[in-house]
């Protein structure tokens, strides 16, 4: 029985969610509901420094992806906002965009109008920049580019850290000069902007940037604690055969079971592990898959779950000298270093005030450039097509497939390209365990840089194991995700070669070497010289950033096995959406965080310009 009915339920009250609940409730004729299956989230999430320890929060759905067949022997765990906010009320804050050629390659998917000047402007209308200069708070200076909800901050080398000021002063002496991640030009060391509120040191996130401003709202509800256990679609509604959002079926705490029906739209802002599980649920996928489960085909799409794409990285760590400052008592939890952090953070400053993750590189890598190392690519994509493992491990058409490769070959060989990345670097002040167990803290003082792979040709799936109960629907259970790192074999050679090309950038950087111990030692020691010895390494290390995206791509259905088109809509069905991470086809160059609010923000413009 239908008790309420609004013209736009958006399931999901995450990052894109809420910037969708704020936009389209500008217009005051539209009744707009929100469902979120968590809570408010944990006010330890403002302090930017506690961010690692917000996993093991209640905000967190902390799936478990399945044991890997690649012979990884790590499990990984992949934590899922599960609060107002979503992920951005969990993540490690930074705010860096995708590249240019990124956005473009969306396009050529089929996705007319995702062009990098729209995507740009709709990444521009979600924040305001706070960039500082001099010595910060302390007589320095503060400037302020443009007007959105988001509060952004961004240090210059002035106001970084000594390890800040070494890490951009020696990548340039290597010929890679400084860049802005927010350029779509890239290809050398930045600071990532943060997003941090410059004025009270706290988390700026969707809920208190786009959510609070608004709530009082009167065409706007927001209901927590609610779990949505099916989208209610009927099939072959409309005289084209498509079939229709009537609304949805709740759970709450409260009030059991209910169903709420939608005049006008449903959109699916889950994330990317469960809008395609919600899709699946509601009849929205294979239909051998749904058929095995007992559950109605309403959309037969066996797309649906799959592409799921995520940035492999491993990593190095170099002992510093014991007469430098590192941030690796603090890691330790020694009580003298966090009374210290707590007593720096009350005047904004110090381990607590920020991720600690700021200072980046996005590079490429030159051996590719060469006419040999262009020969060396073709020679190992050559090798993949013949590889039992090859590609993913799931479903994908020949045509995506042959447009994935093609991009990712680009970006490997064409030194045109200056603006693209091979691989995202991150350069730590303190010990990082690529090698150990993920709890443990070395004593003594160390500098770490991670190495991700922007853009991997593996790719894993997201599918439902059973026809869940609702009230498992709100949990983790009930879904299977697979990975499929380096299940391409191309990246596994990529990866270990820019583990050392990594070494050699470090090894060469007399900026950063004048800090390590016996840096002489450390020049002259190459570890991972020999490529084979890089290649255990990683297979041994590798581990998984939290970027989740592609499960529900966004493109053409027929040619490329697409979930939505262009305007976000679920093929086969006329008014249901997917606004979220799980909609980009392909894995943005760094963090995705800046990359979702700008679809969030382009996909409130689409629904704008389709339904008012």
Known sequence: MTTETYDIIIIGGGTAGLVLANRLSEDPNLQVLVLESGGPADPQNLTPGAW????????????????????????????????????????????????????????????????????????????????????????????????????????????????????IEGLGSLGFPQTDPLSGCLGGPNLAPESINPRSKQRSYAANAYLDPVKSRPNLKVLTDTTVAKILVEKNATATGEAVAKGVRILTPTSGLQTIGARKEVILSAGAINSPRILELSGIGGADLLQSLGIEVVVDNPYVGENLQNHPFTGLVFEARDDVETIDAFFRQDPEAVAAAMQAYAEGKGPLSTSNLMNMAQLPLPEFHTEEGRKEVDRLLGAASTSPTASHKGLSTPAFAAAHQAYVRSVLTDPSLSGEAVGNYVFGEGYAPFDAPATYRAPGKYVSVAVELSHPLSRGSVHITSASPPEKTGTNEGVRVEMGFLAHPLDLEVLARQLRFTEDLVCRADAITQYLKNPEEVKGKRRFADLEVAREYVRRTVDGAYHYTGTCAMMSREAMGGVVDDRLRVHGCANLRVCDASVIPLEPTANPQAVVYAVAEMGAGLIKEDII
């Open 52 to 167: 690692p320890m917000l996993t093991a929060s209640a905000g967190n759905w902390t799936f478990q992806a399945a044991p890997s067949q690649e012979g990884i022997p790590r499990q990984f765990v992949i934590p899922q906002g599960k609060a107002l906010g979503g992920s951005s009320s969990i993540n490690s804050f930074l705010f860096t965009s995708t590249s240019k050629a990124n956005v473009e390659a969306w396009k050529t998917l089929g996705n007319e109008g995702w062009d990098y000047e729209a995507y740009e402007a709709a990444l521009r209308k979600s924040f305001t920049l706070h960039k500082s200069s001099g010595d910060g708070g302390n007589g320095g200076n503060v400037t302020t580019e443009g007007q959105g909800p988001l509060q952004v901050t961004v240090a210059s080398p002035e106001t970084a850290s000594f390890w800040g000021r070494a890490w």
